[in-house]
């Protein structure tokens, strides 16, 4: 048993006690050690067309686990990552993607100036910041979170990709990035649902003529 133990150390801490917990013959309490993940709550997806182009809108719902917000206040800068994609369903083949938008954020705490920045890009932002389209700076923690959990307007497909007569749906996706982090944190963050900040939603596109 000491050996297998051993063997299990690389693993996440919360594995590492779910199995042993299933070893000692705790089914229901293994389950519960997976049952605490952070939840994220995606409100109505709303797209409409306006003009030449179709825009989403919608509100996330979510807290940052102890460990993650301890983790930003000690300089560690978060990513999430915002997903929209557009696909054409298609009775006699798969389904086909017609559009896909990112919204990329980077949100860190200066103490020094005591306050939060939050860096938004279309692309994946790298540790300089550089080539961001927007960076802001909160006096809050809550304040900086809002601006990662309110999508307004985000244009996510082109009209012309958009074909008459035709069904489409927007699969919306949401997650805290862990590729982003460092290689060490990377992998100090495998297995732990605390860590774990996702979530989906499908909406059907009603295919309109422009407003």
């Keep these: 048993m000491g050996a297998l133990f051993s063997r299990l150390g690389g693993l996440g801490a919360q594995w590492v006690v779910a199995i042993a917990l299933l070893l000692l013959g705790s089914p229901e309490a293994a389950l519960a050690q997976f049952s605490q993940a952070p939840s994220v709550q995606v ?31 000690k300089g560690v800068a978060l990513y999430f990552l915002s997903q929209a994609e557009t696909f054409k369903e298609r009775w006699y083949w798969y389904e086909k993607s017609v559009a896909l938008q990112e919204r990329h954020y980077r949100l860190s705490y200066h103490p020094l100036s ?36 309110r999508l307004s307007n985000w244009r996510i497909a082109n009209a012309s990709d958009i074909e008459s007569g035709a069904k489409y749906h927007v699969d919306f996706r949401f997650k805290l990035d862990l590729t982003q982090f460092p290689r060490p944190l990377q992998i100090g963050t495998l297995g732990d649902n605390e860590w774990n900040l996702s979530a989906t939603k499908s909406q059907r596109l009603s295919v309109e003529p422009p407003k």
């Design 43 to 73: 409100g109505d997806l709303s797209v409409e067309r306006q003009d030449d182009a179709y825009y989403l809108s919608t509100t996330l719902g979510f807290e940052l686990p102890a460990p993650v917000e301890d983790a930003l206040g």
């Design 114 to 149: 005591r306050q939060w920045r939050l860096l938004s890009s279309p692309k994946p932002i790298p540790n300089s910041g550089l080539g961001v389209t927007l960076g802001v700076a909160y006096d809050d923690l809550q304040s900086a979170l809002f601006a990662v959990k």
